[in-house]
Structure formats: structure tokens, C-alpha cells
């Protein structure tokens, strides 16, 4: 069974940026539909960015697209690159694998199948 582990978080103020990383162990993504989603204090999870298997076609929220990307480094890891970032970006940031996935990313969290710990974070304003 694959277990996907985040890093990469921290706190940042309001224009910076951040780099997390979601590495698997046991078993490469590269079959998998990956995603990112998070969760606010007082808030649903809700997806923030989904890339497909092959990384051909990925998909973001609207309050994310232009200063996100999301991408795959190698066949165990995948990224989400964030700039601009704004204190309403301030959550966990949890990655997930579809391992049902298809042609395009899903944004829904019931398709994901696997899920890492989280990673905090802060954007102070």
C-alpha cells in the first residue's frame, strides 16, 4: 500500500512563496491521478490543484489558477509550486492519489483514494 508523506510547509508572509513536495513510499504515482486539496480552521476541505497521470492536463480552483502549479518531479514525487500567496491560502494542505483516475484530474476529495498526514500552512498578512 503506497503512503504519501507532504513537506514543504511553513509559515510566510503575504507575497511569498512556497514549495510543497508529496513523496510516495511503496509505490511509484505515476499510475495515479494525483491532487492537493486543503482545510481552513472552521472550514470543508475543499481541492486546490489534480494532475493526471501522464502530467498532461492538470486543473486548479479559480482562487488558485495563475499563481499555482501543480506538476510531477519524479515517478515517487509530486509538487505544488505557490506564489503570490495571500492569507486566505493559510491551511493544511493535504496530498491524495486517485488510483481510479482518468483523462482529467477529478476535483472531488471521494475519488481520492489515498491521502498523506498534511502539512501546515501560514501566510501572515
Known amino acids: 500500500q503506497v503512503q504519501l508523506v507532504e513537506s514543504g510547509g511553513g509559515l510566510v508572509q503575504a507575497g511569498g512563496s512556497l514549495r510543497l513536495s508529496c513523496t510516495a513510499s511503496g509505490r511509484t504515482l505515476s499510475a495515479y491521478g494525483m491532487a492537493w486539496f486543503r482545510q481552513a480552521p472552521g472550514k470543508e476541505r475543499e481541492f486546490v490543484a489534480g494532475?493526471?497521470?501522464?502530467?498532461?492536463?492538470t486543473y486548479y480552483v479559480a482562487s488558485v489558477r495563475a499563481r499555482f502549479t501543480i506538476s510531477r518531479e519524479y515517478a515517487t514525487t509530486f509538487n505544488l509550486l505557490m506564489s503570490g500567496l495571500k492569507p486566505e491560502d493559510t491551511a493544511v494542505y493535504y496530498c491524495?492519489?486517485?488510483?481510479?483516475?482518468?483523462?482529467?484530474?477529478?476535483?472531488?476529495?471521494?475519488?481520492?483514494?489515498?491521502w498523506g498526514q498534511g502539512t501546515q500552512v501560514t501566510v501572515s498578512s
Open positions: 491524495a492519489a486517485d488510483l481510479d483516475s482518468n483523462l482529467h484530474p477529478s476535483d472531488s476529495s471521494n475519488d481520492y483514494d489515498i
Open positions: 494532475i493526471n497521470r501522464s502530467g498532461g492536463n
